[in-house]
């Protein structure tokens, strides 16, 4: 199993410009999620999935859409990059959404607004 | 609120010698509380998890953690620390839907 991988690792954008952070999973897992690190913060929840076609938002979720079309796939959606949204994005899943699954993670996308 | 606090933005310990990463949690209900490791460039890595039963939780890489209900921690130990055990650890709680993380513990392992 290649478990969560992510793409790309790097992305610089334009303040404005759109863009599409994809996330893959091949462990069947029903939740899937999407996280930014930022420095002496954490990692903060954006949105997350319990299934296909089910999607809500977590902790910052403005400037940030998803979807959930397959069990397998979870991409983020920037709709107009701002300097604010430079961090490190990064997208997990677990077999079910409940307080005891673990959640696996990906390595991450590094993205930089200028 | 369920949340989760590392007290130390740093932690410094010599190889060979004992570790400790500290966690404080606070939770209404059942805890439920999780270890990460991040190497640099790296995602999180799972280490342990405590669900219930014993207090004490083995890990992986020889780590280990202490739940105490009275004192509400969860502190992350290692009977003898390596350089390659270096890295960012966080200490995370996870409410119904969501995962609640703490800033985070740079570990330095000094040879």
């Known amino acids: 199993n290649a478990g969560v991988t992510q793409t790309p690792k790097f992305q610089v954008l334009k303040t404005g410009q759109s863009m599409t952070l994809q996330c893959a999973q091949d462990m069947n897992h029903e939740y899937m999620s999407w996280y930014r690190q930022d420095p002496g913060m954490g990692l903060r929840l954006i949105h997350y999935?319990?299934?296909?076609?089910?999607?809500d938002q977590g902790e910052v979720p403005n400037g940030y859409n998803v979807s959930r079309s397959t069990t397998e796939d979870f991409p983020l959606r920037l709709l107009s990059a701002a300097p604010s949204q430079t961090s490190v994005y990064f997208c997990a899943s677990s077999r079910t959404f409940t307080s005891t699954d673990t959640q696996y993670f990906g390595p991450g996308t590094r993205l930089t607004v200028l | 609120a369920q949340s989760v606090a590392q007290p130390e933005d740093q932690v410094n310990v010599a190889e060979g010698n004992p570790l400790t990463v500290k966690c404080t949690y606070s939770?209404?209900?059942?805890?439920?509380l999780f270890w990460y490791v991040q190497y640099p460039n790296r995602g999180l890595q799972f280490l342990l998890k405590y669900i219930t039963g014993d207090n004490l939780v083995k890990g992986s890489y020889g780590f280990e953690a202490e739940f105490n209900k009275s004192q509400t921690s969860f502190h992350l130990k290692k009977p003898s620390a390596l350089v390659s055990d270096s890295a960012l650890y966080f200490c995370a709680v996870r409410p119904l839907r969501d995962m609640r993380f703490g800033a985070g513990t740079r570990l330095t392992v000094k040879p």
């Open positions: 999935s319990v299934g296909a076609g089910i999607t």
């Open positions: 939770v209404s209900g059942n805890p439920y």
